[in-house]
């Protein structure tokens, strides 16, 4: 059974750092596209961060620019979302998502493996 867990999430202030790691149980994910996605109450589910299967390309969503960073150990089946200088609209639940095959995308629907997602907060 396929499966990816979400880790790291927590309460940081404004101008803080947080790490999330995402780890993929059931099958390699090395020829997968891996993302990150988030949710604030109220709101639909966003694209945030993308990472080749080939760890040649990343892609943020324009807000995150500079601030995020994503990456992936294939030999931990692991992808990382670090998180600097947080802002309070960073506040959501963030989900890490993996494609079947290795196209990179920010569409929520071309994903087909989600995890149960991490709540982020950051106080102002």
């Known amino acids: 059974q396929v499966q990816l867990a979400e880790f790291g999430g927590g309460l940081v202030q404004a101008g803080g750092s947080l790490r999330l790691s995402c780890v993929a149980s059931?099958?390699?994910?090395?020829?997968?596209?891996m993302g990150w996605f988030r949710q604030a109450p109220g709101k639909e589910r966003e694209f945030v961060a993308g990472?080749?299967?080939?760890?040649?390309?990343?892609w943020y969503r324009d807000s995150v620019k500079g601030r995020f960073n994503i990456s992936r150990d294939n030999v931990k089946n692991t992808v990382y979302l670090q998180m600097n200088s947080l802002k309070p609209e960073d506040t959501a639940v963030y989900y890490c998502?993996?494609?079947?095959?290795?196209?990179?995308?920010?569409?929520?629907?071309?994903?087909?493996?989600w995890g149960q997602g991490t709540q982020v907060t950051v106080s102002s």
């Open positions: 998502a993996a494609t079947k095959g290795r196209s990179l995308s920010s569409i929520e629907r071309l994903y087909d493996y």
């Open positions: 059931g099958r390699t994910f090395s020829d997968s596209a």
């Open positions: 990472h080749s299967w080939d760890g040649h390309f990343t």
